[in-house]
């Protein structure tokens, strides 16, 4: 049954099993023994892939953790044309069109699929090779990455900023489920509780959560999701709305910033296109525009075969 399942799932997505030739492409899920080959192929634009770079410190290349399968295409002589994880979150790293491809129609049949996240022009050409009837967008957005390599040092420093622990999570846990259904238009609070709450403690567990709180009252609070010795991107960053406007925004993430730029060169995070204010409010503390990201949220879709295994590979012209 599940052989044929596969089969019939890459024949969906138009690949097949002919021999190799010089320009065929094989699309293979990625295994721990790949690892070094990976972080190396993912190494040269460091900004742009410290997501799965990242993942792959934390979790491996095969991990529940990544929620989602790594996969990488190669060319004829094995080298790598492109990697992606395709799953709950799919990132990709491709140089070549038929790479891209590959991984678009692969994320089509993809049940788990929710998000895709990347660079504006190659998530709009990723999109041109779904089949619009069969998988639809549930909503598109527009995003700005915003880096920094230099700290500031013209704001007050925050005594009271510190990492969180597990007795925090009360108070992060709606906060993070809010800005969460703000972009994505789904709370995770109403539809994976269990689920997120145990991502956000394991995150709390590695010491990637910050914040300030008074008085019991949640001030600021930001979180690292992704980090490599070359970048660290930050998301979750979130300044109490009755305290707006009095600075304690500015002075606390200059002041991480500060503190993570001893540790990577770069930080990076987004921000959506229309939010002018939060927009203004990183280019305040220091970070700089370096693109345009493009995000699509996908309409679930019906599981009719099973995903592929880590063990599977096929070959495509």
């Known amino acids: 049954m599940l052989q044929a399942a596969l089969a019939q799932q890459m024949n969906e997505i138009g690949f097949n099993s002919r021999p190799e030739t010089a320009n065929s492409l094989i699309v293979q899920a990625l295994r721990p023994e790949h690892r070094t080959e990976v972080l190396s192929f993912l190494s040269s634009r460091p900004v742009h892939t410290v997501f799965m770079a990242g993942f792959i410190r934390d979790n491996g290349l095969v991990s529940p953790f990544n929620r989602g399968t790594f996969y990488g295409c190669r060319d004829g002589d094995g080298r790598l044309e492109g990697v992606s994880l395709i799953g709950h979150c799919t990132f990709l790293e491709t140089r070549s069109e038929r790479a891209l491809s590959a991984f678009a129609r692969m994320t089509q049949v993809c049940p788990s699929a929710h998000l895709i996240l990347g660079e504006d022009h190659k998530v709009e050409r990723f999109w041109s090779y779904f089949d619009k ?26 005594n009271g900023l510190r990492e969180a622990t597990r007795n925090d999570l009360p108070r992060l846990l709606p906060v993070y489920a809010r800005m969460v259904a703000q972009e994505s238009g789904v709370n995770p609070l109403e539809t994976d509780s269990e689920g997120f709450r145990q991502r956000w403690l394991r995150r709390i567990e590695q010491h990637r959560v910050w914040l300030w709180t008074e008085d019991g009252t949640l001030l600021f609070c930001a979180s690292i999701v992704s980090e490599t010795a070359d970048v660290i991107y930050l998301e979750g960053i979130h300044v109490n709305p009755d305290a707006r406007g009095r600075g304690y925004g500015a002075r606390c993430l200059s002041q991480l910033s500060r503190r993570l730029l001893e540790r990577a060169k770069t930080i990076c995070l987004l921000a959506n296109e229309q939010n002018t204010h939060v927009r203004a409010f990183y280019e305040k503390v220091g970070f700089e525009k370096h693109c345009y990201y493009d995000t699509i949220f996908l309409h679930p879709r019906n599981p009719v075969t099973s995903p592929a295994s880590e063990q599977d590979e096929q070959r495509t012209s």
């Open 133 to 158: 009837d069969a998988r639809k967008p549930r909503r598109f957005s527009r995003q700005v990455l915003f880096e920094q390599s230099a700290a500031m040092e013209s704001f007050e420093p925050v």
